[in-house]
């Protein structure tokens, strides 16, 4: 991460953001379920949302600061099935940020019954623009 993005850091370990996504019929199967490869759409809105809680955007640190989010590792704990027309939280936080590794954690929960969906922990990289 640059500088700017650096310090944006500090404190950014207490933050968690929870995100709410109505399933959507083309997100699922002929059997109404969600197909896997969504679970990522989702922890990427996640994670978008989270750093707008930091108080910047994916825009502004690739524009401003030259600093983007790479998935280098992606695998996901699907722990239960997703309907169509359920309504899950996206649970966002950052695990661990480093000089240019950021490990994000997500959690995918049933609103109403809090019942865990999916976990995932991902490691990105943050390679800076040259």
């Known amino acids: 991460m640059s500088g700017q993005a650096a310090s944006r850091s500090v404190n950014m370990k207490q ?3 929870e995100t709410r996504i109505r399933v959507r019929y083309a997100e699922t199967d002929q059997m109404g379920v969600v197909y896997h490869s969504n679970h ?3 922890f990427e809105v996640g994670r978008v949302e989270l750093l707008r809680q930091l108080g910047f955007t994916y825009k502004e640190m ?3 600061d030259g600093c983007f989010i790479a998935v280098a590792d992606a695998r996901c704990r699907y722990k239960a099935p997703v309907l169509y ?3 899950v939280v996206v649970r966002t936080w950052l695990n661990n940020v480093r000089d240019k590794l950021i490990h994000f954690g997500y959690e995918l929960l049933r609103v ?3 019942e865990l969906l999916a976990e ?4 990105t990289l943050s390679p800076t623009r040259k």
């Open 15 to 17: 933050v968690v953001n």
């Open 62 to 64: 690739e524009r401003e």
């Open 85 to 87: 027309d359920d309504e």
């Open 40 to 42: 990522f759409i989702w």
């Open 120 to 123: 995932a922990r991902p490691r």
């Open 112 to 114: 109403g019954s809090g």
